[in-house]
């Protein structure tokens, strides 16, 4: 399994989420998964981020999802989950 994390600045995530973020499957197992992580508290990509903590841009169900959470350790144990 390889996972692609990513720091990104609100000012760049729209685009970086249109273009990158997708997993990878083989023989329908996923092989690589990527993820944005971007300062603050988002609950929209175009959304003005909130201070404090950190937000985890993840695929679900075909759409970029958010979820905040309170530090990066926080933050890359989402990523890894």
Known sequence: ???CLDTKGSHLL???VARKLFDIQEDHKTKLLTRFISEG???TLR???LPGGYTVW???SG???PVY???LDAAVKECLR
């Open 1 to 3: 399994m390889i996972y």
């Open 58 to 60: 993840k695929m679900k």
């Open 41 to 43: 508290k988002q609950s």
């Open 47 to 49: 959304g003005k981020p």
């Open 63 to 65: 759409n970029p999802t």
């Open 14 to 16: 729209s685009d970086a």
């Open 69 to 71: 959470v309170n530090s």
